[in-house]
């Protein structure tokens, strides 16, 4: 007698992929993204291939986020160690064998394509704190987070020295979140937060002194202190330093409150904003879509940032409350430390704009937190299934 068997459909095979999604947070990354390909094609439909390019990007970011989201927590915890080991490895090899380019050595050929290793740290480094904070439940104390602390600064320290105070900023805020939802006292959060108040105040009163040429810094490369001077007054150096603040602010001040329209900027498409399509794509957005499109963005941005924090409050571990906790927030920092530069009230440090500004690299990293989210989300439904 014959045996027969029901071959699956091509729906009942790719079912198990999306089962258990989130769909708000796939609404929300769906928004964003949409309005990160109007964007790109408004400010860059005449600059080569970007818009082609930016889709490309977004494609290979939909591709990991689908990979790591069928990654469940605890596997995820079990590769957070071999990540941020390799990762220190590699950041170390930069600091010995790196590429250097416009002044900064950041790249490694490893033969077969040349990488960035320092944005493997923005994913490595909550997860190993997560795997680090996790193994010490129930038992924490001061130590720890000292252990902790130190796990954070030797990749930070290597990236900074690179020079990327960009990246090494977001990898440093990765962590910091997640110390901060592993239950840091305030009492020692307090004393850096007043210091650091203290010396933002300081540097507003003594900047015209402190910023003469020729003057030391000391702890700052020579280019840090000058986006730091031409913050405090871009009108210095009109046409050097401070030309990307002042053409950035004019572009949003001249949006208005309905923008020039779509595909109308003056400022974006005579070329007045260098990075249009990379770092300022902020500016061109206010140009052309106005404080609406600005409101309409931040709306985006907050629907997946309290979506994100609302899958970490509900994940059933530690591991998985800290890290995506820490993703969220990081989407958080993303945007905030972009639109802060772009307005002119934070210093030039080279972040992207998440989901909106063209970059490959940068692209990959939001698809793999957002995969992390996703997988955190799955695992509490099919728990629950």
Known sequence: MAVVFDRPSLWQRVLPVFQGFDLPLALAVSLLAGMGLLVMYSVGFDHGSRFADHGRNMLIAVGVLFFVAQVPPQRLMALALPLYLGGVLLL????????????ATRWL???????????LMKIAMPLMLGWWFQRREG?????????????????????????DLGTSLLVLASGLWVIYFAGLSWKLILPP??????????????????????????????YQKQRVCTLLD???????????????????????????????????????????TTDFIFAGLSEEFGLVGVIGLLLAFVFLIFRGLAIAMEAPTLFSRLVGGAVTLNFFVYAFVNMGMVSGILP??????????????????????????????????????
């Open 234 to 276: 871009p009108t210095k150096d009109p046409l050097g330093k401070g030309f990307h603040i002042i053409q950035g602010m004019i572009a949003i001040g001249s949006g208005g409150v309905w923008g020039k329209g779509f595909m109308q900027g003056t400022q974006t498409h005579l070329e007045f904003i260098p990075e249009r």
């Open 193 to 222: 937060v007043v210091l650091g108040a203290v010396g933002i105040i300081t540097l507003v009163i003594m900047g015209d002194d402190w910023c003469q040429p020729g003057l030391d810094w000391q702890v700052l490369h020579d």
């Open 92 to 103: 170390l090899g930069v600091e010995l064998f790196g590429i250097t380019r416009k002044g």
């Open 139 to 163: 038992q924490l104390r001061p130590l720890d987070f000292l252990v902790a602390g130190a796990l954070l600064l030797v990749p930070v320290g290597l990236i900074i020295k690179q020079p």
């Open 348 to 385: 030039v440090v080279g972040v992207p704009l998440p989901f909106i500004s063209y970059g490959g690299t940068a692209m990959v990293t939001l698809g793999a937190g957002l995969g992390i989210l996703m997988s955190i989300a799955r695992s509490k439904r099919l728990v629950q299934t």
């Open 109 to 119: 050929d490893i033969q077969v394509t040349v990488i960035q290793p320092s944005e």
